[in-house]
């Protein structure tokens, strides 16, 4: 994924980080902003970490150069506990695929 262009934006989760909030597969739809709560999920970036391209993480708390950013599957640690502090990107508004539903704070 490309960085993207309007407000408005689609993405697909990969890997099973977000689960059982999101899943490996699911379509996002996602307003690029850099305006978030704790509690909201991301797409986000890490520095120094261009190989694993963009992620969607969970919002933990601002951070020294940027956002907390994990997980929800405590299983999976490829987040702010293995790269540190995430830029944001944006904040997913719901999951469309494959049944609509509003992502919302908190989980």
Known sequence: MDRPRGKLFTALVRGPSMSPTLRDGDAILVWRTGRVRAGDVVVGRFAGADDIGP?????????????????????????????????????????????????????
């Open 55 to 107: 992620v969607v993480k969970r919002a933990v708390r601002e951070a020294a150069g940027g956002w907390w950013l994990q997980g929800d599957n405590a299983f999976i640690q490829d987040d702010s506990r293995r790269y540190g502090p995430g830029e944001v990107v944006g904040r997913v508004l719901l999951r469309w695929w494959p049944r609509l539903r509003w992502v919302r704070r908190g989980g």
